[in-house]
């Protein structure tokens, strides 16, 4: 074999053998490119979904955030209309004209015990004077005295003895007819 069919023989195996290193860098390239691409889009379906169930999470936790909010609004807006109607008690009871004004006061009185001294606001003591209150306690059979001081409250009385008071002012009463009653004027009033 002559020096040209040698040199050529091993040029066309050299060729040869460069093709197939490249084919296989080829396919090797292709199966990577592949796997990458499916692992790409694997990722991407994955994200997709994470964001879609972090949004579906978002959405629940706006939601559930937004009724509780529209929950205390309404309960805000409940507890203001029954702010509201114990304010209309206390200005309706107020508002009594004197004949009822001092029936109901005198009415009080039934919480007195012996030796109270009883403190009225300005328009009760004028609605009942010392002769009104030992009529009272006559009748009772107990000693009860008009104390010289004002209260200074809305209506109503404190009862006093031995540094102890009875809060029977309209305030308090009214308080504690909320307290007592709240949840049932709240289902008469909302249902």
Sequence with gaps: MSKEAISKKILDDAHQ???QIIAEGQAKADEILAKAT???DKLLLDTRKELERREEEDLARSRTVAELDAKRLL???RLEIIDRVFARALEKLVELDDKAMKALLL???SA???KDEVL???RGRSLIGEADINAYAKKRKISLTLSD???DFAGGMLLRR???DKNLTFEVELALLRDREEAEIAKQIFG
Aim: hydrophobic share 40%; charged share 40%.
């Design 38 to 40: 499916e692992e790409c």
């Design 120 to 122: 009225l606001n300005p």
């Design 75 to 77: 309960l805000d807006a």
């Design 17 to 19: 053998k460069a093709d």
């Design 112 to 114: 007195a015990e012996d």
């Design 107 to 109: 009415d009080m009185l």
């Design 149 to 151: 001081a004002e209260g």
């Design 162 to 164: 031995d540094g102890i």
